[in-house]
């Protein structure tokens, strides 16, 4: 998951996901269409609210500090900023708490 979430890496990239042929160069918008532009946003929201959820299972209180800047500058990179941020801010209080003497 670490390859797909630039989290620890020197990466400037929040998320490395391969966007297809049709959304690179097709920028016809269409109800119906399942391939429409832009869907690499909402799978760049999901990967990204999984990271942090499996960041909070294990506990990994540096990493979700390490991506903590990533997504705050990613607000045009994925669908929903707002959602994600507070997530992650209130993901990371979890951490924090249960594994200091808080």
């Not at 390859?3 to 998320?15: D, E, F, P, R, Y």
């Not at 399942?34 to 690499?40: D, E, N, T, V």
Request: glycine share 2%; charged share 20%; net charge positive.
């Amino acid at each position: 998951m670490d390859n797909i979430v630039g989290g620890a890496t020197k990466v400037k990239a929040l998320v490395s996901i391969w966007k297809t042929e049709f959304e690179r160069y097709h920028h016809h918008q269409s109800l119906f269409n399942p391939f429409r532009s832009g869907r690499h946003f909402v799978y760049a929201y999901k990967y990204v609210m999984y990271y942090i959820h499996l960041l909070e299972i294990l506990k990994d209180r540096d990493t979700l500090r390490l991506i903590a800047p990533k997504i705050r500058k990613a607000s045009a990179a994925i669908v929903n900023h707002a959602a994600v941020w507070e997530y992650l801010c209130k993901t990371y209080l979890r951490v924090l708490f249960s594994t200091s003497s808080i």
